[in-house]
């Protein structure tokens, strides 16, 4: 069907306007019309620079035997279920852009809100406020940080360097200073410093979650960013709470992002490893997603 649609277009116009009305047709195939709508309009922006307006003020605009080209082969990289934030290589968090390709996970809005909470935690403390941000993936956190906490000194660990490669790309697009370190918080590192806040948004998906998943989620995003075993879901909160035991100031908190079935379970495994001030957060949704630990 896919492969019929794009062997009919040599012969076709390069008219916005016909390829716009074919090529939703094709991704109707896997999204909704709103969604496959908003996802042609992103292209077009972004190869061509084209917005909704400029297309609504000249209705009867051409591309280029070339630009039809670059659409075809990011329409086809969406109806293989690649997230758009990969065909496009970006992506925003808390208002900064962001480049992600599929080493890194692509930011989520519960993340952002976590970044909110974080950062006002960190305004009301004097001086210059140490930071650590546990598993960077991208660097949106630590980079945002970085950027919303005036004077404050960010450090980033992740366990790829894939990763950190594009964690520091994002630092330097959005000018923020981080101090980034391949270290993997399994095996319990030691870094010379201590911290003010350590921040987390480690795997918390299980196996088991596996079943419920989107395949733009399963084929493209990195399994080490998200899985961890049924057996031990809380693996990596363990090792982040004890390594805070060493590594957080006196009156430091430690804030995690958490799996919403296992929010309690995260602050009594906190309030256990000596975190009495633990407590289970909820996000916009009502969901149980984060939680403070302090002692
Ligand atoms: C859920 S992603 C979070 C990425 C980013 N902080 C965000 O919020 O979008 C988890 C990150 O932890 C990293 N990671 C996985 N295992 C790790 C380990 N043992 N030590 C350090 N980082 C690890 C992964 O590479 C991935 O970047």
Not at 72 to 94: D, M, N, W
């Amino acid at each position: 069907m896919i492969f019929s649609y794009f062997c009919r277009m040599e012969t076709l116009s390069n008219s916005v306007k016909e390829l716009r009305h074919r090529y939703i047709e094709m991704l109707c195939e896997i999204y909704d019309k709103e969604e496959a709508n908003a996802l042609l309009m992103i292209l077009l922006e972004h190869h061509f620079g084209i917005s909704r307006v400029a297309l609504a003020l000249n209705p009867d605009m051409l591309l280029s035997d070339t630009e039809c080209l670059t659409l075809q082969s990011s329409i086809r990289q969406l109806t293989a279920s690649r997230p758009i934030q990969y065909v496009i290589g970006k992506t925003e968090f808390c208002g900064l852009e962001f480049e992600v390709d599929e080493n890194v996970l692509i930011p989520r809005p519960e993340t952002e809100e976590l970044v909110t909470i974080v950062s006002s935690q960190a305004k009301t403390l004097a001086g210059a406020v140490d930071v650590l941000d546990i598993g960077t993936g991208s660097g949106c956190i630590a980079v945002s940080l970085a950027r919303l906490i005036e004077g404050c000194r960010v450090t980033a660990i992740d366990i790829s360097g894939n990763a950190l490669d594009v964690a520091r790309r994002n630092a330097a697009r959005n000018g923020a200073s981080v101090n980034f370190i391949n270290a993997d918080i399994l095996s319990d590192p030691a870094l010379p410093r201590r911290f003010d806040i350590i921040v987390s948004n480690p795997p918390y998906v299980c196996e088991s979650e596996r079943r419920d998943m989107r395949a733009n989620v399963l084929d493209f995003e990195p399994p080490t960013a998200l899985f961890v075993s049924d057996d031990d879901p809380l693996v990596f909160y363990r090792h982040i709470i004890d390594f805070a035991r060493t590594h957080l100031k006196p009156h430091g908190t430690v804030w995690f992002e958490v799996n919403e079935h296992l929010g309690a379970e995260t602050a009594e495994l906190c309030r256990r490893h000596g975190f009495g001030d633990s407590a289970v957060m909820k996000d916009l949704f009502g969901k149980d997603r984060y939680v403070k630990a302090a002692r």
